[in-house]
């Protein structure tokens, strides 16, 4: 590709691998999900280095620098030098703690649950599942 010319957003967006598909990446813009300087961007949106953009994928949420355009998608190890992740470290720890949270599981053959073990599991839940 030449020098000159221009890159569009959902396509950096697919390229350096933050989207599986250039449409997804593109329906992300459409939705608000992108975001330059804190302002909804377009699709077609023109990339330059130094770029700051915030990202929102489902709970994930990343804040990502325009280090170096790519123009075609590439393999993971490359694609991860062409930006610079500056999501706050905190944002990332809340991210990885839901994956990480303790889940209810009853040890096989043990029967069904009594009425007590019910109880006890709904005032563990908090009620999460009531109607």
């Known amino acids: 590709m030449s020098g000159n010319e221009k890159l569009r957003i959902d396509k950096y967006l697919w390229a350096i691998r ?7 990446a593109t ?17 077609s949106v023109v990339v330059k280095v130094g770029d700051v953009y915030q990202v929102s994928k489902g709970i994930e949420k990343k804040v990502i620098e325009v280090v170096e355009l790519l123009y075609n998608r590439v393999e993971s190890k490359i694609a991860v030098t062409k930006y610079k992740d500056l999501t706050p470290v905190e944002e990332t720890h809340a991210f990885k703690s839901v994956f990480h949270a303790p889940s209810l599981k009853r040890d096989r ?15 563990l839940l908090g009620g999460m599942f009531e109607d």
């Open 18 to 24: 933050l989207f599986k598909t250039r449409s997804l």
């Open 109 to 123: 053959g043990t029967g069904r649950p009594t009425k007590k073990d019910r109880r006890e599991t709904d005032e």
């Open 27 to 43: 329906e992300a813009c459409k939705a608000g999900r992108i975001k330059l300087n804190g302002q909804n961007i377009k699709p």
